[in-house]
């Protein structure tokens, strides 16, 4: 089974193969305004997405269903899994924070000294560089 997830604010679109090669595409979360999507290599059909002031949604079943994680009333603008850790997660929000989490998206923490950030709308890991994360970030003046 092949499965692609795209939002399209404000529903999330599916589209899994079937038997005989044909696609059906269903519009999941309509309820929820989904703004970025990162699937977790390290654990089969997991799925995070960031949405619109409610935080953190994880899913277990490749976008079927979400459960919300954590970072309610958080505009999240961007997420990234680490490639080599499991359960290392980043999103960057909306205020400006960056955040951490190391267990799977459960519990979130603030990175120190990202108080001075303007924007955060990008995050992404290198597995390169395995003990770093990058943000696209603008300083606040």
């Not at 997830?5 to 599916?14: G, M, N, W």
């Not at 960057?92 to 998206?105: I, Q, V, Y």
């Amino acid at each position: 089974m092949t499965v692609y997830l795209s939002t399209l604010v404000p529903d999330l679109a599916r589209a899994e193969t079937r038997p005989a090669s044909e696609w059906a595409v269903d519009l999941m979360a309509s309820d929820v305004d989904i703004r970025c999507l990162v699937a977790d290599p390290h654990a089969t059909g997991a799925v995070f997405s960031g949405t619109q002031g409610g935080g953190v949604l994880r899913s277990d079943k490749v976008g079927r269903t979400f459960t919300p994680m954590e970072l309610d009333g958080w505009i999240v603008k961007s997420l990234a899994v680490h490639p080599s850790r499991s359960g290392h997660l980043y999103t960057g929000t909306k205020p400006p924070h960056l955040f951490a989490s190391e267990d799977g998206g459960r519990y979130w923490r603030e990175l120190e000294g990202t108080d001075q950030v303007r924007s955060a709308t990008a995050t992404t890991c290198t597995p390169r560089q395995a003990a770093s994360a990058r943000a696209a970030a603008e300083e606040r003046r």
